[in-house]
Nanobody, 131 residues
């Protein structure tokens, strides 16, 4: 059973950095993609960054330069580092996983920042940024 558990959220000040973590599941040599999303109440879920089993990554254009996604295969932990936090980064952050898939090109990776393709989701961790 695929389980995702996020942690690391909290209340921070504008300009701070924060690293979110998510434990994930893997099965033998199965391909997978892990993705961070964020959502503000009343708005659609927004793809932040994603990484596939081969550690190819993609970051949303609006967050380029401030966000780094990585994973530790030894302990099945996905991380999202966000620098220079802004009040507009305030949101619930979710990790999601899709099994049996990977990035086939840069354009393909960008398409896979869409929430609709992910079957497995964590419960989220709240990030609040104060000015």
């Amino acid at each position: 059973q695929v389980q995702l558990v996020e942690s690391g959220g909290g209340s921070v000040q504008e300009g701070d950095s924060l690293t979110l973590s998510c434990t994930f599941s893997t099965y033998s040599n199965m391909r997978y993609i892990l993705c961070w999303f964020r959502q503000v109440p009343g708005q659609e879920r927004e793809g932040v960054a994603a990484i596939d089993r081969a550690e190819r990554t993609v970051v949303a254009d609006s967050l380029q330069g401030r966000v780094t996604i990585s994973k530790n295969n030894a302990n099945n932990t996905l991380r999202l580092q966000i620098n220079s936090l802004k009040p507009e980064d305030t949101a619930m952050y979710y990790c999601a996983q899709e099994m049996g898939s990977e990035f086939y090109s840069d354009d393909d990776a960008r398409r896979k920042l869409a929430a609709g393709m992910y079957a497995y989701w964590g419960r989220g961790t709240q990030v609040t940024v104060s000015s």
